[in-house]
C-alpha cells in the first residue's frame, strides 16, 4: 500500500473527474454554489469510502457473475443512509441537491473504483484510496463552484457563507458581494456555465500532466545520456 502515491493519484493523476472523465453529469448540474459543492463532495467522499471499504472487505466471496449487481446494492444502501441523514439533519441541502443524492447509486466514480481496484485490493488500500478519490473530487467541485459563482454573479460562498451569522448549514447564507451581481456574466450559473467551467478545468490538467510527462521523459533521457 503506497498511500502517498494513491493520494497524487486521487488529486492529480488520475482524479476522477479531469482524468478519468467519469460522475461529470452531477459535477456540472449541482455546481452553482459552495453550498452545494461543498454537500455533495462530502455525501459522494463518505459513500465512496464506506462503500470501498464494504467491497474490499466481501471481495473474495462476492460471485464474478453477479458483482455489479453487487456492487449497486451496497452503493444503494449507503446512499440511502445518506440520503436520510441529509433529510433529517440538513434539509436545505438534500432540497438543494434534490435527485443527484439518490443519482448517487449509479455514480460511475464509486462502481469504477469497486470494479478498479476494491475487488483487487485490501480494506486499508481501498479505504484511503475512497478518502483520495473523494477528495479529488470535492476539489473539483469545489472549485467549479467558486468560479462559477464569482464570474456569474460577483459572489463567494452562497448558501454556506453569512456575514452575520458566519457558516451557515440552512442555506440561507448570501455569501461575500465581491462586486455588484449586475456585472456578472449570469451564464454561468446556467448549464452553458457548467460545461465551459469543466471543459476549461479539464483542459488545464490535461495540459498540465503533458507538460510533467515531457518534464519526466527529458530528465529520464538526460540521465541515460549521461549514464552512457
Known amino acids: ?85 441529509l433529510k433529517a439533519y440538513i434539509p436545505a441541502l438534500s ?18 473504483r469497486a470494479e478498479a481496484f476494491c475487488q483487487k485490493n485490501t480494506v486499508g488500500a481501498s479505504f484511503f484510496d475512497g478518502i483520495f478519490q473523494g477528495i479529488g473530487y470535492t476539489l473539483v467541485l469545489i472549485v467549479m463552484c467558486v468560479f462559477r459563482e464569482f464570474t456569474g454573479s460577483g459572489r463567494f460562498g452562497g448558501g454556506l457563507i453569512d456575514l452575520a451569522k458566519g457558516i451557515t448549514m440552512d442555506g440561507t447564507g448570501a455569501g461575500i458581494q465581491i462586486f455588484p451581481e449586475t456585472y456578472g456574466a449570469s451564464i454561468m450559473t446556467l448549464p452553458f456555465g457548467g460545461f465551459l467551467t469543466l471543459g476549461l478545468l479539464i483542459a488545464l490538467m490535461q495540459y498540465a500532466l503533458k507538460k510533467s510527462a515531457k518534464k519526466q521523459e527529458l530528465k529520464a533521457q538526460e540521465e541515460k545520456e549521461a549514464e552512457e
Do not use: H, W, Y
Not at 500500500?1 to 492529480?12: D, H, R, S, T, Y
Open 1 to 85: 500500500m503506497n498511500i502517498k502515491k494513491q493520494f497524487k493519484e486521487g488529486l492529480i493523476t488520475n482524479n476522477p473527474v479531469l482524468v478519468q472523465l467519469i460522475g461529470m453529469c452531477a459535477t456540472m448540474a449541482i455546481t452553482t454554489t459552495l453550498f452545494n459543492g461543498v454537500g455533495m463532495g462530502l455525501s459522494v467522499l463518505i459513500i465512496l469510502t464506506c462503500c470501498n471499504v464494504v467491497v474490499a472487505a466481501i471481495r473474495k466471496i462476492i460471485p464474478n457473475e453477479i458483482r455489479l449487481a453487487i456492487f449497486v446494492v451496497i452503493i444503494a444502501g449507503f446512499v440511502t443512509i445518506v440520503d436520510l441523514l
Open 95 to 112: 432540497d438543494a441537491l434534490g435527485v443527484f443524492i439518490p443519482l448517487i447509486v449509479v455514480n460511475c466514480i464509486i462502481i469504477g
